[in-house]
Antibody
Framework: EVQLVQSGAEVKKPGESLKISCKAS????????IGWVRQMPGKGLEWMGI????????RYGPSFQGQVTISADKSIGTAFLQWSSLKASDTATYYC?????????WGQGTLVTVSS | EIVLTQSPGTLSLAPGERATLSCRAS???????LAWYQQKPGQAPRLLIY???IRATGIPDRFSGSGSGTDFTLTISRLEPEDFAVYYC?????????FGPGTRVDIK
């Protein structure tokens, strides 16, 4: 069974760094792109970027280039999303999803709250 | 970058009625790369349709997708109580995975 299990909710202060994770199981991790999607409170879905874990080829959505870093560790079947300096506007739920024909498997989401 | 717009913003219907949701692209896209998702409150999105018209695994046949070029449609033939949710279209290829703003289907 394909599963994507994300790390737990985080509460951070502006300016702090953060790295959240998405652990894949039930399939060959290196064979599929993984994407990250942001959903701000009460808002729609925004594509942040994707990574191919086999070679770490990464592409970012235009609104997120330079704002976040997407990475993957194929030895542990896990993708990551990280910030070097959080802002209050980063408060959102972040989803990872496996790409095949569309995003056909999703993690449960990680709620990130940034508040002073 | 291609922009997707969805209409209407909200659709108020009764159970048993037919729902027709529209997704329009700012330029012609390959239907091979158009998907629809359903999202319920507090849940992750669920893939319904890919390739514009192909139902994902386990999706009931009351859901159907159609369209080509710039205009795509998701139809729910007879709304069940569990179908009241927000629906998003998405363009997916190797360079962009843009979502539309969503259509909320709520109970009339």
């Amino acid at each position: 069974e394909v599963q994507l299990v994300q790390s737990g909710a985080e509460v951070k202060k502006p300016g702090e760094s953060l790295k959240i994770s998405c652990k894949a199981s039930g399939y060959t991790f290196t064979n599929y792109w993984i994407g990250w999607v942001r959903q701000m409170p009460g808002k729609g879905l925004e594509w942040m970027g994707i990574i191919y874990p086999d070679d770490s080829d990464t592409r970012y959505g235009p609104s997120f280039q330079g704002q976040v870093t997407i990475s993957a560790d194929k030895s542990i079947g896990t993708a990551f999303l990280q910030w070097s300096s959080l802002k209050a506007s980063d408060t959102a739920t972040y989803y990872c999803a496996r790409l095949n024909t569309g995003m056909n498997y999703w993690g449960q989401g990680t709620l990130v709250t940034v508040s002073s | 970058e291609i922009v997707l717009t969805q209409s209407p913003g909200t659709l108020s219907l009764a159970p048993g009625e037919r729902a027709t949701l529209s997704c329009r692209a700012s330029q012609s896209v390959s239907s091979s790369f158009l998907a629809w998702y359903q999202q319920k409150p507090g849940q992750a999105p669920r893939l319904l349709i890919y390739g514009a018209s192909i139902r994902a695994t386990g999706i009931p046949d009351r859901f159907s997708g159609s369209g080509s070029g710039t205009d795509f449609t998701l139809t729910i033939s007879r709304l069940e109580p569990e179908d009241f949710a927000v629906y998003y279209c998405q363009l997916y290829d190797t360079s962009q995975f843009t979502f539309g703003p969503g259509t909320r289907v709520d109970i009339k």
